[in-house]
């Protein structure tokens, strides 16, 4: 294993025990010879174990950022105020509270969305995903226009205008369309450190979390995010229901 992935695996691990995330024994976290992270196991596990528990404070969103009050001020929500939250902690470096986490993540996902506009057009000339992702970069980029650039110009955040540019955005959106689960009511969606290291997006569900339901109107609130957002972001709200609802002090646990 490369000595650089070593380190920041270990700094991973020692940052999960200090915030109280706690992974069964019967996992490793391992990395590919191309430098990616995984969770392999070592032993046999059954339908119904217990593999993880990690509290809803350690999840990076939009409440839990330091860029929470900037957020809020703009008026921004859903994967929009998530990418601005991640950018944001991204750009802290050693002194964002996450920053052992962040540094597991690719700086993009390989997604077509960031692909280079000559490589996306001919590959995927004369698809439908072809007119999707070019309406994707169209809504983004507008999207950046209209609420990223004024956080910059406003300097409320305090941060270099690169590490808010549009190649960024595109690159915190590519990291979401993947990575992120939609926690409850009061986070929204965030990224769940551990959680997005498993096989949770496939044709077979390999883990699911499990805690107690609140009462709320979830449901239609999803749905109608569901119908006025771009495919890119549909790909993230498909995924609300993946972490149920529940008391923001009540651990998420993730069950086989």
């Known amino acids: 294993m490369d000595t650089s992935i070593a380190r920041r695996l270990r700094a991973f691990r ?3 025990r200090d915030h109280g995330i706690v992974c069964s024994d019967a996992l490793r976290l391992d990395a590919s010879e191309a430098g990616g992270v995984y969770v392999r196991a070592l032993a046999a596990l059954s339908e119904g174990d217990l593999v993880a528990t990690i ?7 939009p409440r839990t950022s330091g860029a929470a009050a900037a957020i809020e001020a703009a008026e921004l929500g859903g994967p929009l105020a998530l990418a601005v939250a991640v950018m944001y902690e991204r750009a802290r470096g050693s002194e964002s509270p996450w920053n052992a986490y962040l540094r597991l993540l690719p700086e993009c996902e390989p997604v077509p969305l960031v692909w280079p506009a000559d490589e996306a ?9 072809d007119k999707i992702v070019k309406q994707d970069r169209q809504f983004i980029s507008e999207d950046w226009k209209e609420c990223i650039e004024p956080l910059i110009l406003s300097e409320e955040l305090q941060i270099q205008p690169d590490d808010f540019s549009l190649e960024k955005y595109f690159s915190a959106k590519s990291l ?3 990575r992120s689960f939609r926690i409850d009511s009061y986070h929204g969606s965030g990224m769940v450190p551990l959680a997005d290291l498993f096989n949770h997006k496939t044709g077979g569900e390999h883990v699911h979390f499990t805690s107690l339901l609140e009462a709320s109107d979830s449901d239609d609130e999803d749905s109608d995010d569901q119908s006025n957002a771009s495919a890119d972001e549909q790909s993230i709200i498909a995924k609300s229901a993946d972490i149920p609802s529940g008391n ?6 993730m069950m086989l």
Not at 55 to 61: I, K, S
Not at 121 to 129: D, F, I, M, P, S
């Open 121 to 129: 057009e001919r590959l995927l000339a004369g698809t439908e995903l």
């Open 248 to 253: 923001d002090d009540e651990d998420l646990e």
């Open 55 to 61: 509290p809803r404070g350690a999840c990076l969103t």
């Open 14 to 16: 020692r940052w999960m």
């Open 176 to 178: 979401l369309s993947s």
